[in-house]
């Protein structure tokens, strides 16, 4: 058996559905999932979103067959809060190649999931975002430092490449822009060394920095659901 979440489902045929998984051993995995119309081992609703599951499989290749699923845990998320769900979860599924180990960012997945059933904020979805991006290997804490070799200034503009970390801006043309005090700020904020708010124009900086940012990994990929949270 192994733990996982319920990222997408969507019908196969008959009584049978396509099921995204993010497993805790074996990664994220896509099987074929036959349901029970009564009674047997795989009801329908077991199969919904932000759901744990134990789970096992049948078969080799790239869509096994889910023979158990378990419901362990649900997370209830808020009607008016439930496109940023999904959007974290198409996160997932751009941003995590299948079967690539995966144990932090179930770790990360599961954070996630506990934040967005409490207070839910534009704070809020950003740490889910920069906790799972810093899983995938890029750091916005304090190797952004050994990055540089010296420390982030307020002061100076930098940009942010997937292939090199962050740079200076103007020695390094590749990345996306994002000012030194933003960065300064945030990481002081997620380390509690301050609690004074973001304003609306920092907020508004820090979402563009993070959609620009997601778009150079998905490489044309496109997030359907982020029409939805950020109309």
């Known amino acids: 058996m192994d733990s996982a979440y319920?990222?997408?489902r969507r019908p196969?045929?008959?009584n049978r559905f396509i099921v995204d998984l993010l497993t805790q051993k074996s990664g994220r995995m896509t099987c074929?999932?036959?349901?029970?119309?009564k009674r047997g081992k795989i009801m329908k609703g077991t199969l919904e979103p932000f759901r744990?599951?134990?789970v096992a499989w049948a078969g080799k290749?790239?869509?096994?067959?889910?023979?158990?699923?378990?419901?362990?845990?649900?997370y209830l998320i808020q009607s008016q809060d439930l496109c940023k769900a999904l959007y974290f979860n198409e996160l997932i599924l751009k941003l995590v190649p299948l079967f690539a180990p995966a144990n932090d960012v179930f770790t990360a997945y599961q954070v996630g999931?506990?934040?967005l059933t409490t207070i839910i904020d534009e704070r809020t979805l950003m740490q889910?975002?920069?906790a799972l991006l810093d899983v995938l290997g890029y750091s916005f804490g304090d190797e952004l430092e050994h990055q540089l070799g010296k420390s982030v200034e307020a002061n100076r503009y930098y940009r942010y490449s997937a292939n090199s970390g962050l740079r200076l801006y103007e020695q390094y043309q590749e990345g996306v822009p994002i000012s030194g005090a933003l960065?300064?700020?945030w990481q002081q904020s997620e380390q509690g060394e301050q609690h004074e708010y973001f304003s609306e124009n920092e907020y508004y900086q820090l979402r563009q920095f993070l959609n620009r940012f997601i778009d150079t990994l998905l490489v044309g990929k496109p997030l359907k659901s982020r029409k939805l949270v950020f109309l």
Do not use: S, W, Y
Request: glycine letters at 6%.
């Open 6 to 8: 319920i990222l997408n």
């Open 12 to 14: 196969f045929r008959d």
């Open 32 to 37: 074929v999932a036959r349901v029970a119309k």
């Open 52 to 54: 744990r599951l134990g």
């Open 61 to 74: 290749g790239q869509m096994p067959i889910l023979t158990v699923a378990e419901e362990q845990r649900r």
């Open 113 to 115: 999931l506990h934040r």
């Open 128 to 130: 889910c975002e920069f």
């Open 183 to 185: 960065l300064i700020k």
